[in-house]
């Protein structure tokens, strides 16, 4: 089993530029997130799906847009890159009940200069 | 005020000894609250999960958790060097949807 499974590892893009960010889990599970990481900031929500055909914006939505494309794969996209979102984004999953854990992916570490 | 608080340290302790986590969040209707370990340049994992007032424990891992006070932490007993990690603190509040705190670095010294 790969779990979740995130793509691109690294990127670097210069303002301005769009990108999708991929990520495909594996487990069945009806939940997917967005997330992003910054020093001394803790995991941020960007979007999330709660299940197959519906997306939610999270906690930091502006600048990103989603898709759940099937079960399996949710992907993040911008538009038009910022410095701001420099960061690292983890894609994540859950069975969705309140005792399921967050499967997280290994993480994009994104550049934008 | 962030809706998730911790203290982020560094924490340091040396090798055998207790390490205290803690955590005070500002939702009165959360229902569940989570540790998560994160290595660095690694992806959190979970660590435990407490949904009732009091204690649990698994293995060296004890949460525990007082919703009166907003307030939950994480005990580790026998500490190793192999804990040393950021903790993250997750909350999930009255909307379902989990808020971290920004985490607590511990390191064990040998």
């Known amino acids: 089993n790969a779990g979740v499974t995130q793509t691109p590892k690294f990127q670097v893009l210069k303002t301005g530029q769009s990108m999708t960010l991929q990520c495909a889990q594996d487990?069945?599970?009806?939940?997917m997130y967005w997330y992003r990481q910054d020093p001394g900031m803790g995991l941020r929500l960007i979007y999330y799906s709660a299940s197959e055909g519906t997306t939610d914006k999270g906690e930091v939505p502006n600048g990103y847009n989603v898709s759940r494309l099937n079960k399996r794969e949710f992907s993040l996209r911008l538009e038009s890159a910022a410095p701001s979102q420099t960061s690292v984004y983890f894609c994540?999953?859950?069975?969705?009940?309140?005792?399921?854990?967050?499967?997280f992916g290994n993480g994009t570490r994104l550049t934008v200069t | 005020q962030k809706e998730v608080e911790q203290n982020s340290g560094p924490l340091s302790v040396p090798e055998g000894a207790i390490a205290s986590l803690n955590c005070t969040y500002s939702?009165?209707?959360?229902?569940?609250f989570f540790w998560y370990r994160q290595y660095s340049g690694k992806s959190p994992e979970l660590i435990m999960f407490i949904y009732s007032n009091g204690d649990k424990e698994d293995g060296r891992f004890t949460a525990q958790l007082n919703k009166a006070s907003q307030y939950v932490s994480l005990l580790i007993r026998d500490s190793q060097p192999s804990d040393s990690a950021t903790y993250l603190c997750?909350?999930?509040?009255?909307?379902?949807?989990?808020?971290f705190g920004s985490g607590t670095q511990l390191t064990v010294l040998p």
């Open positions: 997750a909350v999930s509040g009255s909307a379902r949807q989990l808020t």
């Open positions: 939702d009165r209707g959360s229902q569940s």
């Open positions: 487990m069945n599970h009806n939940s």
């Open positions: 994540a999953s859950s069975d969705g009940d309140r005792e399921a854990p967050l499967h």
